[in-house]
């Protein structure tokens, strides 16, 4: 345990009370200009009444001998959130409620045959945007809470799955029926969509294992393996998602890969051979199996018997398997670097958090932001009612979904494009690694999710931090003197690995009232085997091609400038040849600015312009400035974003009409919560969800306007991508900020800067507007640093509390596979 020199709160309280006794003309801002900005935007009345709150809790916790927690603000949040999850009592009796209607005729999960009814999900309904609004701002009552629930409807030859809604909850005597949920869908077909997943269950069984053990003698010639479903498995079968889906029928190819069973490589060994199968119907019977791919030949079999026959010819060429090993593992290997084996610096705060938490409600503020977390099965964690000073900025910052398509020679990689919130996001939100995923200092939530009769909450799976930029947020210098400010921004985060992927979401807050959306992506590529794949990734090991792919992220930010009447505006910056006045009639070579604005819907969908010249502005028009300028948020592309480079694709027909563009803009509806579903790959034809649909023609000037924006990368895994995916680079962010919002840079309100007047070798005269300097030898508290490797073994995994029969008082922990 280290100690490290800190910041006597004793003494942060006096230096705050003098900074709060100041009056403006002692705090030395260095122009007539800065000062009058210092004077509109300055800490507000409330803004001092937080310091100084700090100040009496500093007070109270100086009197701890060794500082040694962390100093988390709790405060209570304005209003209850609207956008909280069911509790624990609300989902059982929901649950509950639902084994009692003989009509919906539920089998617990874990008694369901292929031909039983069983619940999918039950989680909070969002509420619609017209009641969380009057009730946010105004005097209306919190949103009546109701549950939605996902039936799999498998008691029938057609079987479906259904979304409904039950309510109010908490459920009681009154509750007398459930209702179809069709309004957030554009497909109308009273809330269901096919189930292809009905048979899953006795796919393996009575299908793929089978298959796969006609063959074993091969495979084991081929792979030194088979895959039969036996516990001496040493190969693993999985396919494409979705399923073909055309001409009616449902058609699937599985590859083989081999398994490794040191790491979670499965991923990175394919073996290079498919089968393809239709599966339409319920009836395994009428089942075919169409034929075999062997990849290293490029050869296509119609039979298992052609298969076999060719095998067992002298003049087949067996190709090596993709074998784990060294390649495949993340531990550490090879030479450790230089001083690599030194402690590296870490980061923390001396004096405890400087943002505010309600952990109950999910509330959280930080230098005049503050917002909301909710947190969905599907999409994971959201952002909701993002304000500044109490103004809304974004009603609503959310994942909608995630793509990762993929091509290849081979029908595996040509065959998959992953709609991720068909897995989910919030079921993999497991427990961050402190000091890791998130720095020592970090604040955790924890978030929750059903599964199978049982709620599950992932402990400190949302965390947030402040942390110092290693750049400043301003400086200037000159002969006489340097001004500079600190870029100290705030960070939630989540992390959700879905499958083989690890994807890192961060949103970030910044002093000049900037807002930055990231993602990066680790874990293990998804590859193909090496064999005529040259046009399709390059060749990262003996038998390995790094599948090219692309990666689409959606966000939807449902942006309420200064209200919610918005227009979009674009400004573009355009070579021109003009004269002027002066210019002696000679034409020049110059540029200039063209602004329009996005009128209706049929213009709503777009690509960010070639050399960044288009700025993209979400504006309230009605709300000019006195200057004549529309206040508002420019949105632009922080690191690459990607938008789906396949035109038409033949595995997602309309079922991400999203991922086409860059950026979408759509009238904000309650009908439109969402540009997806979880379940659009079930029907790819005829999705739940048809994005397109949003786009109706309608006005886009002074409404509710909502962005639909892409994060995303072109992802060609090249040999720096084993064993993992680096963070580094498979990065993607977007920011909005401010443009005419604010009348100057509203950073200017810190302390957290200083001017240095220097002159002829003199002693510097050194301005620091209040700050106490942690460092300084003033400081006399010692504050105890824990080290995180002392606390790794705390790391636990799931909490289960069984839903039916409802066992509140006998959570359990468990890590299994989730669905
Ligand atoms: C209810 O489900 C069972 C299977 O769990 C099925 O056999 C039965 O036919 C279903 N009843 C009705 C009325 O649909
Ligand atoms: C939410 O809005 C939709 C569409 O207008 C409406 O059908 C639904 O009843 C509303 N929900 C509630 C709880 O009022
Ligand atoms: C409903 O439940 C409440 C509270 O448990 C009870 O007072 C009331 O009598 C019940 N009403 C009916 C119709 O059963
Ligand atoms: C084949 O597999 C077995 C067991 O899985 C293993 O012991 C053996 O070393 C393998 N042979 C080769 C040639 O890889
Ligand atoms: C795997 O186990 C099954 C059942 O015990 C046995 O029939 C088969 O021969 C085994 N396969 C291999 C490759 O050892
Ligand atoms: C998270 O869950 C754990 C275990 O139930 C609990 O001790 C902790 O207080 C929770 N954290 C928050 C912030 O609610
Ligand atoms: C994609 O589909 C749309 C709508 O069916 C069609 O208008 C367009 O021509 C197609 N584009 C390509 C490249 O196939
Ligand atoms: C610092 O301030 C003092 C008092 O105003 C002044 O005499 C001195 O010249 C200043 N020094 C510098 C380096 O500006
Ligand atoms: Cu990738």
């Known amino acids: 345990m280290g100690v490290l020199d800190c910041l006597s709160l004793r003494a942060i309280a006096s230096s705050v009370l003098v900074l709060s006794s100041l009056s403006h003309e002692a705090l030395a801002v260095p122009t007539k200009d800065h000062k ?9 009345k409330k803004h001092i009444t937080n310091i100084f709150k700090r100040a009496v809790d500093g007070q109270r916790r100086a009197e701890v001998p060794d500082c040694a927690e962390t100093l988390t603000t709790t405060i209570k949040a304005p209003k209850a959130n609207p956008w909280a999850p069911l509790t624990n009592d609300e989902t059982a009796g929901v649950v509950e409620w639902l084994f009692a209607q003989e009509d919906l005729n539920l089998t617990v999960v874990e008694d369901a045959t292929a031909w039983d009814n069983s619940i999918v999900l039950v989680e909070a309904m969002w509420p619609n945007k017209t009641d969380v609004v009057a009730y946010l701002d105004g005097d209306a009552a919190i949103p009546t809470k109701y549950a939605h629930v996902l039936l799999s409807n498998r008691a029938s030859e057609e079987p479906t799955y259904a979304d409904i809604i039950v309510g109010p909850v908490p459920i009681d005597n009154t509750t007398t029926a459930w209702e179809p949920l069709e309004y957030p869908y554009t497909k109308k077909s009273g809330g269901t969509v096919r189930n292809l997943d009905a048979d899953n269950g006795v796919m393996y069984l009575e299908w793929i294992f089978p298959i796969a053990a006609s063959v074993a003698d091969i495979t084991l010639d081929l792979f030194n393996g088979t895959a039969t479903g036996e516990d001496n498995d040493t190969m693993a079968i999985w396919g494409i998602d979705p399923m073909w889906q055309d001409d009616g029928r449902v058609v699937r ?34 089942w075919k199996l169409e034929g075999w791919f062997y990849a290293p030949t490029n050869t296509f079999y119609p039979s298992t018997e052609e298969f076999r026959k060719a095998w067992e010819s002298e003049d087949f060429v067996k190709y090596p398997p993709n074998v784990g ?5 993340t531990d550490q290997l090879g030479e450790i670097p230089p001083m690599d084996a030194v402690p590296p610096p870490v980061h923390v705060a001396p004096a405890g958090s400087r943002y505010a938490v309600d952990p109950e409600e999910k509330y959280i503020e930080w230098m005049g932001f ?6 969905t099965r599907d999409a994971g964690m959201g952002l909701y009612d993002i304000r500044f000073q109490g103004e809304r900025l974004i009603y609503e910052l959310s994942l909608q979904e995630a793509l990762a398509h993929y091509a290849g020679n081979d029908p595996m990689q040509s065959g998959t494009a992953y709609l991720d919130t068909y897995y989910g996001f919030g079921p993999y939100a497991f427990e961050l690694v402190k000091g890791y995923d998130c720095p020592a200092h970090a604040t955790y939530l924890n978030s929750s999710f059903y599964v199978d009769e049982t709620c599950r909450e992932h402990i400190d799976s949302i965390c947030m931090f402040e942390y110092d930029a290693d750049y400043a947020m301003q400086r200037h210098s000159t002969g006489g003197y340097v001004s500079i400010t600190k870029n100290t921004y705030f960070v939630v985060r989540y992390v959700a690995t879905v499958g083989n992927y690890d994807y890192t979401f961060s949103y970030s807050f910044f002093i000049d009232g900037s807002i930055a959306v990231e993602v990066r992506a680790s874990g293990y590529i998804q590859s193909a085997y090496f064999a005529n794949n040259e046009d399709y990734g390059f060749h990262i090991h003996d038998s390995l091609s790094g599948s090219m792919h692309d990666h689409v992220l959606n966000f939807k930010v449902d942006f309420d400038i200064l209200g919610q009447e918005n227009s979009v505006e674009l400004m573009t910056m355009v070579p021109t040849t003009t004269t002027y006045p002066w210019s002696q009639g000679r034409a020049r070579n110059t540029m200039k600015l063209e602004r329009t ?11 960010w312009a070639p050399n960044s010249a288009t700025q993209v502005l979400v504006v309230n028009e009605k709300a000019r400035n006195e200057l004549g300028e529309y206040p508002g948020y420019r949105i632009l592309p922080y690191t690459g974003t990607a938008h789906s480079t396949i035109v038409n694709s033949s595995n ?20 439109e919560p969402r540009a997806t579903h979880s379940l659009n790959n079930q029907d790819t034809f005829d999705p739940p969800v048809d994005f397109r649909a949003f786009f109706d023609g309608e006005s886009l000037r002074d409404e509710d306007l909502v962005l639909w924006l892409n994060l995303g990368m072109h992802h060609v895994p090249h040999s720096g991508d084993l064993p993992n995916t680096v963070m580094t680079t498979a990065h993607s962010g977007i920011q909005f900020m401010p443009s005419n919002y604010f009348k100057g840079d509203i950073s200017r309100r810190t302390v957290q800067q200083v001017r240095i007047e220097f002159a002829d070798g003199e002693p510097a005269n050194v301005t620091r507007f209040g700050q106490f300097d942690a460092s300084s030898k003033d400081a006399t508290c010692k504050l105890d640093y824990t080290p995180v490797a002392d606390t790794l073994v705390d790391y636990k995994g799931d909490i289960v509390t069984r839903k039916f029969p409802y066992d509140p008082n006998n959570p359990f922990y468990e890590t299994g596979s989730i669905s």
């Open 36 to 44: 009058a900005a210092w004077m509109r935007n300055g800490p507000g």
């Open 253 to 286: 190819f599985d590859a083989f890969w081999n398994i490794d069973f040191n790491f979670d490589a499965g991923t990175l060994l394919p073996l290079g051979l498919y089968f393809l199968s239709d599966v339409t119907g319920r009836d395994p019977s009428k």
């Open 325 to 329: 090993g060294d390649w495949t593992a």
């Open 370 to 375: 503050s917002f909301y977390i909710g947190f």
């Open 597 to 607: 604005f996005i009128e209706t819907e049929d213009d709503g969908s777009f690509n």
């Open 652 to 671: 997602l027909n309309n079922a991400a009409n999203w991922a086409n563009h860059d950026i979408h803009v759509t009238r904000q509806k309650d009908t």
